[in-house]
Nanobody, 123 residues
Framework: QVQLVESGGGLVQAGGSLRLSCAAS????????MGWYRQAPGKERELVAA???????HYADSVKGRFTIARDNAKNTFYLQMNSLTPEDTAVYFC?????????????????WGQGTQVTVSS
C-alpha cells in the first residue's frame, strides 16, 4: 500500500509564495510520473504541473514562470514551489503520482492521490 501525504498549504497574500510537499510512503519501486492538480470552488479539477520520467515538466499556461515542480528521489517526495501567487490560484491542491509498487507476487503500476491541501490567496 502507498500513501501520498500533502503539506504546505495555507493563507498567503497576493504576490507571496508557498511550497507544497507530497511525501510518498509504502512499497515504492520508483515514480513513473508525478503531478499537481487543483480544484477551485465550482470548477473542475485541472492539471497545474506534471513531470514524467526524465522529460521536461509540463505546466498549465496560467502558472508558467511562477510555479515549479521538483522532486527529491531520496525522500520519495515531490514539491510545488508557487511564487507570485494571485487570488486566482486559490484552490484545493492535490498531488498525484503514477508509481511502480511492489505488490507480491509482482510489481505493478498504480496511480495515487493525496488528500488535498487548501491554498488561499488574499488580495
Amino acid at each position: 500500500q502507498v500513501q501520498l501525504v500533502e503539506s504546505g498549504g495555507g493563507l498567503v497574500q497576493a504576490g507571496g509564495s508557498l511550497r507544497l510537499s507530497c511525501a510518498a510512503s509504502g512499497n515504492i519501486v520508483k515514480f513513473n510520473a508525478m503531478g499537481w492538480y487543483r480544484q477551485a470552488p465550482g470548477k473542475e479539477r485541472e492539471l497545474v504541473a506534471a513531470v514524467t520520467g526524465a522529460e521536461k515538466p509540463h505546466y498549465a499556461d496560467s502558472v508558467k514562470g511562477r510555479f515549479t515542480i521538483a522532486r527529491d528521489n531520496a525522500k520519495n517526495t515531490f514539491y510545488l514551489q508557487m511564487n507570485s501567487l494571485t487570488p486566482e490560484d486559490t484552490a484545493v491542491y492535490f498531488c498525484n503520482a503514477d508509481i511502480l509498487v511492489a505488490v507480491p507476487p509482482a510489481w505493478s503500476h498504480r496511480v495515487y492521490w493525496g488528500q488535498g491541501t487548501q491554498v488561499t490567496v488574499s488580495s
